[in-house]
């Protein structure tokens, strides 16, 4: 990290995963994974084939076998004559069960959207053809190197396992199914990836007060705020990029997917190279002083600052009361750099019981101008209170994520199997307002869609008349609250393609794609 004072040197470790991950399905971190045979699973014929265009989005309209949206008559509404929703009944069913899975998937998964987020076209290109995906069966199995021709094929195979997750991995030389025919192993190689980075709260729990492992509330959800602020600004002002795209992990965290060409076609030095570059915060929960940056600080973290010191105040010293027990008081005091000063801190605060933490970080400037050392370095202690704040607010990044081409991560969209919640797109533009409690439910879709009364009013563009919206010409998504989620993923995506496809962008995108580190 350039602007760090290093430590000492982090050996690089390749590591090497098994086939299936973790059994605990609460977990929101996602691994790395190097070359391993898949588990052996059902592989359609089809998938070889070329894809013609008209099934590509199969699921919008044609698709017979799944429509994506049904009378209110059939067989998922709540009408007496028809079959029973898994909503209905006195037990409520799991977020993994595989039919409420099948109606989500069916009825408001973007199919088509996520084709074109990955695809970067709307027809086929081997930026899907060759892209792997993973599933999470319901039995534990974990099935590697999966890739589909269409979104269609895709779609219908998800809907004959049933995950209770899939996660996207990178684009390979070949197809990832026929990697055992290659003649050379070294042959079958991953050529792009988005660049992501992942946030996780557990990573807090050393300074959040209010929650702590899987449990997140209003109050610790804006450390995820902090650091989306922070590391959004800086990959865009720092190194150019503008298709970066926030998801929330369904429970606890944060994803984001850097979707430039540029980022996509950097190789694992590059990664770590600007995971490194974001990286301040090192030792875990009982290290001492986790922030060690060198003086003047880079433009980077004097910037942050900036952005962090507004909830510094309010959503860690009012909000969190982080050093209210005399045990976490003593952390602070150990960041401090002058003897004299901490005693007597010491001493006011254990005469004060139940100080308020905003109170005693008052006290350390207070304490500091009356004299209570007179060998203060008033430099010193200024540069040790940014570490604090740094050390307070500063983003936590699970480094791992964001290093290697190769490594999968949890697709949006999907469900999250501990929570019920959908891993929706956060919008930038309105993030104060993002609550990670109130997004959409597998369970509360399908009450949404059995409750909706079959018309829509939207107001027609500059004419400031309303026109209805009849059921037939709407998705199922669109009746929902997932609505919102899925229209801003789609401006995301639509965006994206448009600078793909232009010329005087791609020029400029591929000059520049020789980045200096």
């Not at 998964?109 to 053809?129: A, C, E, G, I, M």
């Not at 197809?175 to 070294?186: C, G």
């Not at 079959?454 to 929902?480: C, I, P, Y």
Request: charged content about 30%; glycine content about 4%; some cysteine.
């Amino acid at each position: 990290m350039p602007h760090s004072v290093p430590p000492e040197a982090d050996a690089i470790v390749e590591e090497t995963m098994s086939d299936a991950p973790a059994k605990d399905q609460g977990t929101d971190n996602d691994v790395t994974m190097e070359e391993t045979d898949a588990l052996p699973g059902a592989t359609n014929g089809d998938d070889k084939k070329d894809a013609k265009l008209e099934d590509l989005f199969a699921d919008v309209e044609s698709d017979d076998e799944f429509p994506s949206s049904r009378p209110v008559k059939d067989e998922f509404s709540s009408s007496p004559a028809a079959a029973a929703s898994p909503t209905d009944g006195a037990v409520p069913m799991k977020a993994s069960d595989p039919e409420l899975l099948r109606m989500f998937y069916q009825r408001f998964f973007p199919w088509r959207y996520l084709f074109q987020w990955l695809n970067h076209s709307p027809t086929p290109t081997n930026d899907f053809v060759h892209r792997e995906f993973a599933f999470t069966l319901q039995s534990d199995v974990y099935l590697r190197y999966q890739a589909f021709p269409s979104s269609d094929l895709l779609r219908k195979d998800v809907l004959r396992q049933l995950p209770t997750r899939f996660e996207i991995g990178p684009v390979y030389t070949t197809n990832p199914r026929d990697r055992k025919t290659l003649r050379s192993s070294s042959a079958f190689k991953p050529l792009a990836k988005e660049l992501c980075f992942d946030i996780d709260l557990t990573d807090y729990d050393d300074i959040r007060t209010c929650c702590d492992k899987a449990n997140i509330c209003g109050r610790c959800w804006q450390f995820i705020t902090m650091a989306i602020k922070v590391v959004d600004v800086a990959l865009r002002e720092d190194f150019g990029f503008r298709h970066i795209m926030w998801v929330y992990s369904g429970r606890r965290g944060a994803h984001a997917w850097v979707c430039d060409k540029k980022a996509r076609t950097m190789d694992d030095q590059k990664r770590r190279a600007i995971a490194g570059y974001l990286e301040v915060i090192r030792g875990g929960a009982q290290s001492g002083k986790k922030v060690n940056v060198w003086r003047p600080l880079h433009p980077h973290l004097s910037r942050s600052l900036k952005i962090l010191a507004p909830h510094f105040e309010s959503d860690v010293l009012d909000a969190q009361d982080p050093w209210a027990d005399s045990n976490r008081a003593e952390h602070l005091l150990s960041l401090l750099p002058d003897k004299a000063l901490n005693e007597s801190l010491r001493k006011k605060w254990d005469s004060s019981p139940g100080r308020a933490s905003s109170s005693k970080w008052a006290d350390i400037d207070a304490l500091a101008k009356s004299g209570a050392s007179k060998n203060l370095d008033a430099v010193a202690l200024r540069d040790a209170k940014q570490d604090v704040v740094l050390e307070y607010t500063y983003p936590r990044l699970d480094i791992e994520v964001s290093k290697k081409l190769n490594h999968l991560l949890k697709s949006p969209f999907v469900v999250h199997p501990g929570t019920g919640r959908v891993c929706v797109p956060i919008d930038t533009r309105r993030l104060e307002d993002f609550d990670p409690l109130g997004v959409p439910t597998v369970q509360g879709l399908l009450e949404e869609i059995d409750s909706w009364t079959g018309v829509e009013k939207t107001e027609e563009a500059g004419d400031g008349e309303e026109k209805e919206k009849t059921k037939s010409s709407l998705q199922d998504w669109e009746k929902t609250s997932l609505k919102p989620y899925v229209e801003y993923f789609r401006g995301f995506v639509n965006t994206l393609m448009k600078d793909e496809r232009d010329p005087k962008v791609k020029r400029e995108r591929d000059e520049s794609d020789a980045m200096e580190f």
